[in-house]
T-cell receptor
Framework: SQTIHQWPATLVQPVGSPLSLECTVEGTSNPNLYWYRQAAGRGLQLLFYSVGIGQISSEVPQNLSASRPQDRQFILSSKKLLLSDSGFYLC?????????????FGQGTRLTVV | AQSVTQLDSHVSVSEGTPVLLRCNYS??????LFWYVQHPNKGLQLLLKYTSAATLVKGINGFEAEFKKSETSFHLTKPSAHMSDAAEYFC??????????????FGIGTKLQVIP
């Protein structure tokens, strides 16, 4: 089965600093990859999804960007963090073809912008 | 457009009483539906999934959910709540977006509190 590696687990960054969160996938090839954010007191919001290398779709306008330089690598970035970027960030992967497979999740990164 | 609505942000039940967590969805295509649970400071765990087979789906830890197409609902139930069930529960729909790509949409989550 798939394994999603996501790091770091926790991160405290000052306002205005850059951000790079990395997610890598093992055990499959050509997955669909997703970045979600869970802000305090809110549900999981889809930020970006990618169906292949270099292909990124953004769900909501924001201060963040995503890139997929390799098939099993998905990176979430920001040039200048805002206080509102604080939250729990989750990377997810699922196979593109089968409908009955579950999504696999990384353990998440808890980001606090101070 | 694809969406998921979890009708209750918080549910509180007494230990030993039934649990009902409500979920409605909308999708332009026949979707797959999932329930995930997230315990405090833990990752997401799959409880159960519906993928167009039996409409009553049994999951782990005694949970089950019934897919009702006419009501576009996928409510999660358990006959008797246990203290360890206290967590946040997410209803998830997997379908196609307008570009033909698979899209996974989460509900806002329901926090379940179990009172001793």
């Amino acid at each position: 089965s798939q394994t999603i590696h996501q790091w770091p687990a926790t991160l405290v960054q000052p306002v205005g600093s850059p951000l790079s969160l990395e997610c890598t996938v093992e055990g499959t090839s050509n997955p669909n990859l997703y970045w979600y954010r869970q802000a305090a007191g809110r549900g999981l919001q889809l930020l970006f999804y990618s169906v292949g290398i270099g292909q990124i779709s953004s769900e909501v306008p924001q201060n963040l960007s995503a890139s997929r330089p390799q098939d099993r690598q998905f990176i979430l970035s920001s040039k200048k963090l805002l206080l509102s970027d604080s939250g729990f960030y989750l990377c997810a992967s699922l196979l593109g073809r089968r409908w009955d497979t579950e999504a696999f999740f990384g353990q998440g990164t808890r980001l606090t912008v101070v | 457009a694809q969406s998921v609505t979890q009708l209750d942000s918080h549910v509180s039940v007494s230990e030993g009483t039934p649990v009902l967590l409500r979920c409605n969805y909308s999708s332009s295509y026949s979707p797959s539906l999932f329930w995930y649970v997230q315990h405090p400071n833990k990752g997401l765990q799959l409880l159960l999934k519906y993928t167009s087979a039996a409409t009553l789906v049994k999951g782990i830890n005694g949970f089950e959910a019934e897919f009702k197409k006419s009501e576009t609902s996928f409510h999660l139930t358990k006959p008797s709540a246990h203290m360890s069930d206290a967590a946040e529960y997410f209803c998830v729909v997997r379908g196609l977006n307008s570009g033909g790509y698979q899209k996974v949409t989460f509900g806002i989550g329901t926090k379940l509190q179990v009172i001793p």
